[in-house]
């Protein structure tokens, strides 16, 4: 078995795989990484050689694609998204806390974005570490959030009057037919790690199964705000060269939307995912 070369990335939120090249991979590298992938949460590799061809052909070593059904695919690659901001427009794509696809049934696994076009300066990319989140929690609270699901969704930002409909990147999005909710226990079992993740997003849920929304929404704020905390985040300053690959099952991120009149160019593969239990 390969070992890698992981340094943490910062005291609770995600590690830098040095040393390697993701488009000439061994079989025995990749074994590793997925180990790295469920453990960490986030994985950030630096000075990448690697085209659109390279990025497909490492998404279908490690699983399964899914397409998401709002971005634009990249031109001859329609497995790959792209993550686009226009000098012009003012919103960005993934511009506050989430995670993507839980309001699908079966949530995907991860993404795997590669820098291809950056502004100047801004434009990094936040992470928070769901793990670490869940486990800083009072046992009391753990407790109590493992009885219960949340509902998700994607109405509000995909949807007909959704955000996303209403802003300068409106004409670039498709999809808005295709909208729909999902369940989730609040406390999953991550597939890999068997660790406990927290698994509730400020973007997707709409709140707690059978409360209603008033009610959800103190306890969400408080969860909200106990992720974002330094012990649990880290911002990553993408270069060319960036690819950074997460699980959409333990971790958030948030994409900075802070260098307006410059573009910003990002490809996205997302991965399937199983369907999500709960911790016990
Ligand atoms: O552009 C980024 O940094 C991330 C955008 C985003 O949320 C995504 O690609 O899922
Ligand atoms: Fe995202």
């Known amino acids: 078995m390969s070992s890698l070369n992981l340094t943490p990335f910062s005291v609770g939120c995600g590690v830098t795989v040095g040393d390697l090249q993701l488009a000439k991979l061994t079989d025995d590298e990749l074994l590793a990484l997925r180990e790295a992938f469920a453990e960490h949460g986030v994985l950030f590799f630096r000075d990448q050689q690697f085209t659109p061809h390279d990025h497909l052909q490492f998404a279908h070593r490690w699983g399964e694609l899914v397409l998401n059904k709002f971005f634009k695919p990249v031109e001859g690659f329609p497995d790959i998204a792209e993550v686009r901001k226009e000098k012009h427009q003012t919103t960005n794509i993934g511009g506050g806390w989430h995670t993507d696809h839980s309001y699908d049934d079966i949530p995907a696994m991860g993404s795997i974005l590669v820098a291809r076009d950056l502004p100047t300066s801004g434009g990094d990319?936040?992470?928070?570490?769901?793990?670490?989140?869940?486990?800083?929690?009072?046992?009391?609270?753990?407790?109590?959030?493992q009885s219960l699901r949340a509902i998700h969704?994607?109405?509000?930002?995909y949807g007909k009057d959704g955000f996303y409909r209403t802003t300068?990147?409106?004409?670039?999005?498709?999809?808005?037919?295709?909208?729909?909710?999902?369940?989730?226990?609040?406390?999953?079992?991550?597939?890999?790690?068997?660790r406990k993740a927290l698994y509730v997003n400020p973007g997707h849920t709409l709140g707690f199964e059978g409360w209603t929304r008033a009610e959800s929404q103190p306890l969400l704020g408080y969860l909200?705000?106990?992720?974002?905390?330094?012990?649990?985040?880290?911002?990553?300053?993408?270069?060319?060269?960036?690819v950074v690959f997460w699980d959409n099952r333990s971790?958030?991120?948030?994409?900075?939307?802070?260098?307006?009149?410059?573009?910003?160019?990002?490809?996205?593969?997302t991965l399937a995912g199983s369907a999500l239990a709960a911790a016990v």
């Open 125 to 145: 990319t936040r992470f928070a570490n769901l793990y670490a989140a869940f486990d800083a929690l009072s046992p009391g609270l753990q407790q109590t959030l």
């Open 153 to 157: 969704s994607n109405k509000h930002i």
């Open 168 to 194: 300068d990147i409106a004409d670039q999005l498709g999809g808005v037919d295709e909208v729909g909710d999902a369940t989730h226990p609040v406390v999953i079992t991550h597939p890999e790690s068997g």
């Open 224 to 242: 909200y705000s106990h992720v974002d905390q330094p012990q649990f985040t880290c911002q990553f300053n993408w270069q060319p060269g960036s």
């Open 251 to 269: 971790t958030w991120h948030f994409a900075q939307n802070d260098y307006q009149g410059q573009a910003r160019l990002m490809h996205r593969i």
